[in-house]
């Protein structure tokens, strides 16, 4: 936490008195993050605070079992009580989204300039130290004293990483904006060479006008892995109860309806339908036992060839015909199937009110069906019941992708899972041998 050399200051410190910094009290400015952003007052209040000049802007770290916010009186007197709440529900996010108790990518400055980028975007730009880095926005220019203590590579390089960050759109991940910052490498070079910066010493040592990260991240990969997944569990109940009460009370402040549902998807504990998936399909295959002379047989060494297995299953799919299983429904499910078909091999067959045998498919070794129609009926699904029951010896399994909406079966024999189209779910209590797979879209199909 105390290496100057990664932190910067984005408000000229040595304009703060001595006296104004002692002065500085943060209670007030917690107070009023209680009334105005009650779901980031009630994550700060199970973090410990620490008043402390051995960083020069502030910082979370998980330190001691204990997950700490560093704060320099100093840096914070200079901001106005805006700058200060977005200060504090920027420590918050980094929280959020684990970049203290995840491995930092490197090199690790242009992480630290990612893991910023992602955050600001999520944060009104009145709330934001100048200096920061936001996406969509340039620096501030440079004064004249500021271009008089640079060099020219210096004002090059500072122009340059403030043209590509004023290119970037805004609310990314991290990951995209450390991918697009390291596709360039003058710009990448420029960032770890700290050329850009305006003025000289150390970054955090007081210049004003600098720009980067606008709080610390040093001390995020001190922690031990068991230390890590202890914090990770913290910061997720943490997480959870400040989630809770912010539902119960309808008082989420600032935060949106995207970043809510975002929010509850962190700590949900939903298996999500591609595990359900894949472990259906693992369960039905079957051992084909056959003779290798290559392989010792352990009970008669030398005079019989050992055995070896082999596990493969074959799995019918029966596909809905009714018009609310769309294309779009078939390809989520086969794009799902097609990592799975190495070892499985998948027989595709339509049905409505009754099975059409014609429309029968062989997909195996990722060779992908067409999504197509051969019917427009009604649904019933004693129809791929029966048919799968009638012909257990060819398969392991079946699975019915469907919408849900008919009635229920009755008993099958063989295994049996139901892949529900999203937004919709079966009209019946399935039975307790059949396993349901309810599909969801993912949040960047959903956007677009």
């Not at 997480?239 to 700590?267: C, F, H, P, T, Y």
């Not at 791929?384 to 079966?409: M, Q, V, W």
Request: glycine share 8%; with cysteine; net charge negative.
């Amino acid at each position: 936490m105390a290496d100057k050399g990664t932190s910067v200051d984005l408000v000229p410190t040595e304009t703060v008195s001595d006296e104004a910094a002692a002065n500085f009290d943060l209670g007030p400015h917690l107070l009023r993050l209680m009334w105005d952003e009650p779901f980031f007052s009630h994550m700060l209040r199970r973090v410990t605070k620490v008043k402390t000049d051995k960083i020069p802007t502030a910082g979370v770290l998980a330190k001691d079992g204990d997950i700490k916010m560093w704060w320099n009186p100093k840096f914070l007197a200079g901001l106005n009580p805006n700058q200060i709440k977005g200060l504090l529900k920027h420590e918050c996010y980094h929280l959020v989204f684990e970049h203290t108790t995840t491995r930092r990518r490197d090199p690790h400055i242009i992480h630290n300039y990612a893991t910023d980028l992602a955050i600001n975007s999520l944060i009104p730009a009145e709330e934001l130290p100048e200096g920061g880095l936001v996406p969509g926005k340039a620096f501030t220019e440079l004064t004249e004293k500021q271009l008089k203590e640079m060099s020219d590579e210096q004002v090059a390089a500072y122009q340059r990483i403030s043209d590509k960050i004023e290119s970037f759109p805004r609310k990314e991940s991290a990951e995209w904006y450390f991918a697009r910052l390291m596709e360039d490498d003058q710009v990448r070079e420029d960032i770890e060479g700290s050329k850009g910066r305006p003025g000289e010493g150390e970054p955090g040592e007081g210049q004003g006008g600098g720009y980067g990260p606008m709080d610390d991240h040093e001390g995020w990969d001190t922690m031990s892995d068991e230390d890590r997944e202890i914090i990770k569990g913290k910061v997720k109940n943490i997480l959870g109860d400040a989630i809770r009460e912010a539902d119960s009370k309808n008082s989420w402040g600032s935060v949106g309806s995207d970043m809510r549902a975002e929010l509850r998807q962190m700590i949900s504990t939903e298996i999500p339908w591609q595990t359900v998936l894949k472990k259906f399909c693992g369960m039905t295959r079957r051992a084909n036992r056959s003779s290798n002379v290559r392989r010792l047989n352990r009970k008669y060494t030398g005079i019989h060839p050992g055995a070896e297995r082999g596990y493969t299953s074959s799995i019918a799919i029966y596909i809905d015909q009714s018009g609310s299983v769309s294309n779009a429904d078939l390809e989520l499910l086969f794009a799902e199937l097609r990592n799975l078909a190495k070892r499985t091999e998948f027989t595709v067959f339509h049905f409505d009110t009754e099975v059409d045998e014609a429309s029968e498919t062989v997909w195996k070794r990722g060779r992908t069906p067409e999504a197509s129609r051969t019917r427009c009926g009604g649904t019933d699904f004693r129809a791929p019941t029966n048919h799968a029951n009638k012909n257990k010896s060819r398969f392991d399994g079946y699975l019915i992708l469907t919408d849900g909406e008919a009635c229920d079966p009755g008993h099958s024999r063989l295994k049996r899972g139901w892949v529900i189209t999203p937004g919709r779910e079966l009209l019946f209590q399935s039975s307790n041998r059949d396993f349901v797979i309810p599909m969801k879209r993912s949040a960047d199909k959903l956007a677009s």
